[in-house]
């Protein structure tokens, strides 16, 4: 039986790079560096009302989304069902009634995967305090870099011994 998982059991410390750095590129807390006090007074926060800015946030929810949609079908396997020894086409009887059907269950399965990281991060915004600009700036140049590249060393170091 061939595991679905993606890549989160072969690169979790890539997924766990990948879920920081998405969170800071989509400006969620704790690293919502424009949206700080100081700058409510200024900005977007207070040039628009209404429709604009809740198109602001509209953009805002929808990065959230995509980048949940690259977090699962780069690490969670996609369509995949991800919970081993559940054989999913067997019990909904996929390989009989494929077509429609089939590609109606793995766009849910999808989606469900997705909105499980937009909770992880809705949670993540209610419980992590924020940080400070050079804060941010340490985590990624002094942490998240190091600790990638030695995970791609790490990485192309095993799959040439593998060859």
């Known amino acids: 039986m061939v595991f679905g998982g993606g890549d989160l059991w072969r690169q979790p410390i890539g997924f766990l790079v990948f879920l920081i750095s998405s969170l800071a590129e989509c400006e969620r807390l704790p690293f919502d560096l424009p949206e700080a006090e100081e700058e409510l007074v200024a900005g977007y926060q207070t040039e628009y009302s209404g429709i604009k800015y809740a198109l602001f946030y509209l953009a805002s929810y929808l990065n959230l989304l995509v980048s949940s949609l690259f977090v699962t079908v780069l690490y969670l396997g996609g369509w995949n069902f ?76 095993s799959q040439l011994v593998s060859l």
């Open 82 to 157: 991800s919970i081993p020894y559940i054989p999913i086409p067997e019990l909904f009887r996929i390989n009989q009634m494929a077509g429609i059907f089939g590609m109606t269950i793995d766009i849910f399965i999808t989606l469900a995967k997705a909105y499980l990281f937009l909770f992880i991060s809705i949670t993540t915004r209610w419980t992590l305090p924020r940080m400070r600009i050079d804060q941010l700036l340490n985590l990624g140049w002094k942490f998240l870099l190091p600790i990638s590249l030695g995970n791609l060393l790490l990485t192309t170091s």
